[in-house]
């Protein structure tokens, strides 16, 4: 069965937009099947913004709180899950697959390409290979003090960035640390965006989370 033809865009850009192809991919190739990170990663915790008005558009993006990556970045986060917990720290998910008409969305309110992916290009979080992630005590499931609250905007959430109590500045460092080590790479503008080094085997979607189930 060959790999289906992804059309291109208004832009000029291929965005799988067609659940059919989708699936189809994934027969061909497992590792392209979005994983539900909820059900698949023990002890993650998900608060996943855009399904709420708790975000700098002021209203819900998403119709659920849902996080899906492809299925190698998927057991990469849950590898990441399982070594901080060894010292009793765990992840809380504010995003991770973002359908690409959410991306277009965004640049439309922030045209600034330092914080949101323009639609010309798309973003990793399209593809299912980029997660936004902070700390949290796993014992009490409480939030660990990060640099600043997600989504962010200025020099306080660059990850160089050190005006910061040292406990801020150390749960950073494990955060970025441990991540690296299971082949996350941070955007070095926002504290809490890693993108695995995989993202460019994997195309850009435009669908649903209800379309990524069987």
Known sequence: MPAPEIPLNSYGLPVLTDAAQYWQLVRL??????????????????DIR?????????EAVYAEAAAYLRRP??????????????????LKVFDAYRPYSATVRFFEKIPD??????????????????????????????????PTEFDALGPEAH?????????VLQYRALLHTVLA?????NYRAEWWHF??????????????????RR
């Open 181 to 185: 080590q299971h082949g996350f790479v």
């Open 159 to 167: 990850s160089d960035y050190l005006e910061l109590p040292t406990a």
């Open 29 to 46: 190739n497992p590792e392209h099947e979005l994983i539900d990170l909820g059900a698949f990663i023990p002890g993650v915790q998900l």
């Open 195 to 212: 993108d695995h080094q995989r993202w460019a085997d994997f195309p850009l979607l435009d669908l649903a989370f209800a379309e990524l």
């Open 73 to 90: 970045v998927a057991e990469a986060l849950g590898a990441a899950q399982q070594a901080l917990g060894k010292v009793g720290v765990g």
């Open 113 to 146: 390409e330092t914080y949101a992916a323009p639609p010309w290009r798309g973003s990793r979080h399209n593809r299912g290979c980029s997660v936004d992630v902070a700390l949290i005590d796993l014992g009490t499931g409480a939030d660990l003090p990060m």
């Open 50 to 58: 855009y399904a709420t008005a708790n975000n700098f558009l002021g």
